[in-house]
Structures are given as structure tokens and as C-alpha cells.
């Protein structure tokens, strides 16, 4: 077996199954699930049309390229989205579906990185722990970077050692930032262009959240935009990962593409070709229609502000929270112990939280998910709004 797989460490959901074993919340109240970012809000009807009209696609292999038409809506989208130049983004060139940003996270790691050599992949701290897998399993040591409040949940670019980004690899950034909602703006982005420029390493940008934000007229950027910019067009070393799962609330379509620097994407390619993922024919046309069209996602957003006001309004007496920009989580400072918080909260109100440092790692000025808990506020308004009074319930009681 790939001795590798002994350095895994148990899932988030796994820790939190554990925490909760054994603990009989009161039978009056139905569970409410906080813990885990899967959009609960109705399927966009053209998606599911679309889907049902080509269900004929199912007999067919699906290329790992995927279909000409929906690698052009990826363009189109990511043309209209960040502003970029008409043709910057060659669909055959710069654009590969993959089956959900979860897929394409990992995969990508193990096309990229050279494990001859002494790999670093660093990654932000609190995670997404695909980063995590991906880089043990491509034979690399994962390196931690603290996102922490005093430089606005991002992180410290200038902090980091020049030996540890002599030997990075692959830098994973997550922006609008799980589980914090922090944006990298383009002053942040040019730092970390100059720092992938010196030292050569690939920058694969997590942009799954990029569509969830809470003011109208300050979408986030993202890579290619920042790129396109800056008269980056060939977009080196740098590619975005986007998907479908939060910014139309389809994942269990798995449809999202990984875009950016050609070079990158043909190698890429090639190992796709090999892992045998390729993205199914109706998806991939139903997912055509997805990004073709913004109304449905101006509408997902107004859904999660309508959230966030509700919640927000019923916690903020009791508990040190606060809006972020962009995403679907809160990310409060606990009274107590993180793990003993979202253990009695499940106990005594039957609601499901995240404990901090189920999502990050220890570095030496310590835990930067410890006393904090991850709020996902991806069910209904209502059940949202439900979920915060009990919060509170248990807090003043």
C-alpha cells in the first residue's frame, strides 16, 4: 500500500461524529445542521431542464477535455465575470472541466508536483483539508500559513522564510476564504504573482466561494482578473479553480474546471486523461446552461444576505461575531473551549457546529482555529434564523 496514506488525518466530519457519539440532544427539537458548506437552496430549474433533455448523453464515454461548448461557457463566464479581454481566454488552451473543485484540488497537486525533489505545498491554516491529501499523497510536506485576525484572516506573505519558498512547489489559496470569508484583493495577488515569479512555483487559486458575497458592487476578484490586469496574459504559473457547487447550489452535480496558464492546463490534461475523471456528458451540457446565466445566482445571493441579517441580528448580543465579506460561514470567537462549545450546543439545542480546530493545524504561536467555530448557514432562512436563537438560548443559559 502507499505508505503515504498513514500520513492522512481523520476528516473534519469524522472528529466531529466522534465528538457528538453518545451525547441525546432533547427529542422536542429537530436537528439542525450547521457544520457542513452544502447549499441547501432549490437546484436552478434550467439546470435540472437541461439535465433531463440530455440524459441520452449517458451512453456515451466523456472526453477528458470535455464537450468544445461547455469549455466556451466557461470562457464566457470567466470573460463577463472578471472583466477579462475578449479572446484572453482560449477555451481550448486555458480551460479543463473537472468533477467539482474537490476533484480538481487534488488531482491537480499530483500532476504538479516533482516529488525528486524536496517538495513544499503551503496552503492557508485554517483549511480546506483536501489541500492537506493532496500534498501527502503527491509526496510533498504540507507547510501552514496562519490566517488570523490581525492580518485580516490572509496570510502573512512576508512572514514566510525565503528557504520555504525556495522549495514550494504549489501555493493553494482560497479566496473568498473557507471558513473565514476573507477576499484577496488585487494588492494581496500582486504579492503573491512577484513571490511565484521569483521562485517559480504554481499558484492554484480556490475560488469556489467567489460568487457568494454580500455587497452587489464588490465582487471579488480573482487570479485571472488580477492577471489580465497586470498585462499577465498568458496568465503564468497561475490558474483558478471554480465551481458550480456553491454559486448555483448543485453540488451534487460535481461540475467545475480548473483555468489559467496553458502550459499548466496541457500537463494537467494529460494526467486527467490517465486519472480517468472525466465529467459526464449531461452534466456537462446541463452545466452549460448554469453558466450562462447570472440571474439565478444574483437570486442565491439575496438568499444568503436575507441569512446573514437574520443570524447576525440574534447573535451578535451574545456571542463575538461578525459579517464577512464573502461566503456562506460565520467564524465567531467562542466563550469557551471550541470542542466543548459545539459538544453542549449539540447536547442541549440538537444544533450541529464546527469546532475550530477540526479545520487547522498547530504552528508555533499556536492554533489558529482553537476558540472558534465554523457556522454554515446554507439552510433556509427560517432554519437559520432558528439555529441562531438556540445558539443563544445556550449561551445565556
Known amino acids: ?15 466531529l461524529a466522534s465528538l457528538k457519539s453518545g451525547s441525546v440532544p432533547p427529542p422536542g427539537l429537530a436537528h439542525i445542521a450547521m457544520s457542513i458548506g452544502e447549499p441547501k437552496h432549490a437546484p436552478p430549474q434550467l439546470v435540472i431542464d437541461a439535465l433531463l433533455r440530455n440524459l441520452a448523453g449517458l451512453g456515451v464515454y466523456p472526453m477528458a477535455r ?13 470573460t463577463r465575470r472578471f472583466d477579462l479581454a475578449a479572446g484572453a481566454l482560449d477555451p481550448d488552451r486555458h480551460v479543463l472541466p473537472v468533477s467539482g473543485t474537490r476533484e480538481g484540488l487534488f488531482a491537480f497537486a499530483q500532476a504538479v508536483v516533482d516529488r525528486s525533489r524536496d517538495a513544499l505545498v503551503l496552503m492557508p491554516n485554517p483549511f480546506y483539508q483536501i489541500y492537506e491529501g493532496a500534498a501527502l499523497l503527491a509526496g510533498a510536506t504540507p507547510y501552514y500559513l496562519a490566517t488570523r485576525e490581525q492580518n485580516g484572516f490572509l496570510p502573512d506573505l512576508d512572514a514566510v522564510p525565503e528557504r520555504v519558498w525556495a522549495r514550494c512547489q504549489l501555493l493553494y489559496l482560497c479566496t473568498p476564504g473557507n471558513p ?21 512555483f504554481v499558484v492554484a487559486s480556490d475560488e469556489c466561494y467567489s460568487e457568494i458575497y454580500l455587497d452587489e458592487r464588490a465582487p471579488p476578484p480573482g487570479i485571472l482578473e488580477h492577471c489580465a490586469r497586470t498585462g499577465r496574459d498568458g ?29 499548466v492546463i496541457e500537463r494537467f490534461a494529460l494526467y486527467r486523461t490517465y486519472h480517468g475523471c472525466a465529467v459526464p456528458v449531461p452534466t456537462q451540457l446541463a452545466s452549460v446552461a448554469a453558466w450562462d446565466d447570472d440571474a ?22 451574545v456571542l463575538e461575531v461578525s459579517a464577512p465579506p464573502a461566503a456562506f460561514y460565520l467564524w465567531p470567537r467562542t466563550p469557551i ?53 438556540r445558539i443563544r438560548r445556550y449561551l445565556e443559559t
Open 1 to 15: 500500500m502507499n505508505p503515504d496514506l498513514a500520513k492522512l488525518k481523520p476528516y473534519p466530519f469524522e472528529r
Open 235 to 263: 496568465f503564468r504559473n497561475c490558474v483558478t479553480l471554480q465551481s458550480l457547487s456553491k454559486r448555483s447550489s448543485v453540488p451534487g452535480l460535481r461540475s467545475g474546471f480548473v483555468a489559467g496558464d496553458a502550459e
Open 66 to 78: 470535455g464537450l468544445p461548448e461547455l469549455r466556451q461557457a466557461i470562457a464566457r463566464w470567466c
Open 337 to 389: 473551549d471550541d470542542e466543548r462549545f459545539a459538544r453542549e450546543l449539540f447536547a442541549q439545542q440538537n444544533v450541529t457546529v464546527l469546532p475550530g480546530r477540526y479545520l487547522s493545524r498547530p504552528d508555533p504561536a499556536g492554533d489558529p482555529g482553537v476558540g472558534r467555530v465554523r457556522i454554515s448557514l446554507v439552510a433556509p432562512v427560517a432554519e437559520c434564523t432558528e439555529a441562531a436563537e
Open 180 to 200: 473565514t470569508g476573507a477576499v484577496m484583493d488585487h494588492a494581496y495577488l500582486a504579492k503573491v504573482v512577484e513571490l511565484s515569479d521569483r521562485h517559480g
Open 296 to 317: 439565478h445566482v444574483v437570486a442565491n445571493r439575496a438568499l444568503y444576505r436575507a441569512k446573514f441579517a437574520a443570524a447576525l441580528a440574534v447573535l451578535r448580543p
